[in-house]
């Protein structure tokens, strides 16, 4: 009679623990996710990406040219939609161009995804790039002209920045 209540009372204890682990995963996995956005919002705001990119072709990878990239923000639309708002230099003007990029995380490592994104001139540019720890690498193409590389560097913000983040 003690062996079947002790039994019982086991299955009950494993059944419910497994709903309890179940419900504990998620938590942490929705405060970890939610975390993760956050740091990865922090690092990019006011960012510069400064490092190496170099061209890929049929005769392999080209010679390393340096390159810097400025992100004003990455905002969180909806999902794994978020808007990557960089800052570039044309005709002498700067311009803040909200750029439309899913962001998914393998890990605690931020992976931007561009899939034919047009530019206005007939262009698509398709991108994967990882963040992680203030370093990003990745690779690009243009589908029209297949032509793509390879970049990589470290990020870096301004003291105020910095500060902001703290």
Known sequence: ???????????????????????????????????????FSAMLKGATLKGTWAPVGPVGLGEDKED?????????????????????????????????????????TAVMILNDVPTGDGATWSARILFHNDIYTGSWWESTKKKGGILSGVISRTAEEKDEEK
């Open 68 to 108: 810097a990239y400025h992100i004003v923000e990455a905002k969180k639309v909806k999902d794994d939609n978020w808007v990557m708002v960089s800052r570039f230099n044309y005709k002498g003007r700067q311009l803040d161009i909200p750029v439309p990029v899913v962001i998914k995380f393998a890990g605690d």
């Open 1 to 39: 009679m003690y062996r079947q209540l002790f039994q019982t009372i086991a299955l009950i204890l494993v059944s419910t623990s497994g709903i309890a682990f179940s419900i504990a995963e998620e938590t942490v996995e929705k405060t970890s996710s939610e975390t993760m956005e956050k740091q």
